[in-house]
């Protein structure tokens, strides 16, 4: 007797042609377009894009692919860079500093681990948290053109072939490689030795509880001198609309904040899977803040307060 095949159902009635493998790619494509868009929201418009496209196809012309994952990676591709070059205009009309979406992974850093709160799951779960989402890394993609972009993404996180990015990308491989070598150059250029997690987690736990005191010395002790803070309110809630520079600076800026915000509440998140803080009033989250360290000094702050990408966090 001949196995069941994935296109077909227990009563023998033909399903949808690779129905299985189809769905199966949901995860992947959210974690690949996230990645090059920077944007949950976007990222599952694409993939929902990707999938009417395969929907709106004829049973024939499905079951000539011969590979629907591949397939649907093509499409998702091709979508997530028309994106980013629109992306690129509407950006440059964005009111103040544009910061990639912070994604929660339902943790609280206690002494140095995480812990799951048990918050309910979210279409954000879909994400792998690795260090290819750390927001470090997010912002330099940002300065990327968006071939560079794809490409990098494809190849040196996906690990795709360069003659597989060139079909998305719509370039020769050795183009492609040209741009991925590019944009890691970029990343090599801007990346700071970061110590182990619980360091981290040490130093951000350090950091809330002096900005929680009002303690100006303990909190430019914890800021690299050159330190840079921007935040991202998109025009819809109070933000600084240029970098705040200067540990310094920093400092006096942020508890010039908890002055004006009485009853704010400081928790310690995992954001992008990296020891992070995220801000309460009146239990709901108004910033979701990033950090990037050297060693164990403060070097970025990224603090995203534009409400339409806090939705993951309203669980």
Not at 265 to 294: D, I, K, M, Y
Request: aromatic share 6%; net charge neutral.
């Amino acid at each position: 007797m001949r196995a069941q095949t994935r296109t077909q159902t227990r009563t023998g009635r033909p399903a949808d042609p690779g129905l299985g493998a189809v769905m199966d790619e949901r995860r992947q494509l959210t974690n690949l377009a996230y990645r090059l868009l920077g944007s949950l929201a976007e990222a599952e418009d694409a993939v929902q894009e990707a999938y009417l496209r395969w929907y709106a196809m004829s049973r024939e012309q499905q079951e000539a692919i011969e590979s629907p994952g591949a397939w649907l990676t093509k499409v998702a591709g091709r979508i997530c860079l028309d994106v980013l070059g629109s992306a690129r205009a509407r950006r440059e009309s964005y009111v103040g500093e544009w910061i990639p979406e912070p994604l929660p992974d339902r943790t609280e850093w206690l002494n140095g681990r995480s812990v799951d709160d048990g918050a309910p799951a979210d279409p954000a779960d879909r994400v792998t948290l690795d260090e290819s989402v750390d927001m470090a890394l997010l912002v330099v993609l940002e300065t990327m053109t968006p071939a560079e972009r794809v490409a990098f993404i494809l190849h040196d996180v996906f690990r795709y072939p360069f003659a597989e990015v060139a079909a998305i990308v719509g370039r020769t491989p050795a183009a492609c490689r040209q741009l991925a070598s590019s944009a890691r150059r970029r990343v090599g250029a801007a990346r700071t030795p970061a110590g182990p997690a619980v360091q981290q987690a040490g130093v951000i736990r350090d950091f809330k509880q002096a900005w929680e005191a009002k303690d100006i010395a303990a909190l430019v002790g914890l800021l690299d001198p050159d330190a840079t803070m921007v935040a991202d309110g998109g025009g819809k809630v109070g933000a600084v609309l240029r970098p705040v520079e200067g540990g310094e600076q920093i400092a006096r800026y942020i508890i010039e904040i908890g002055t004006r915000a009485p009853g704010m509440t400081l928790l310690e998140r995992s954001v992008n899977g990296r020891p992070g803080l995220v801000a309460q009033h009146g239990g709901v989250t108004v910033t979701v803040a990033a950090f990037g360290l050297a060693g164990d000094r403060i070097t970025h702050i990224w603090a995203v307060r534009n409400p339409e990408k806090l939705r993951p966090w309203s669980a």
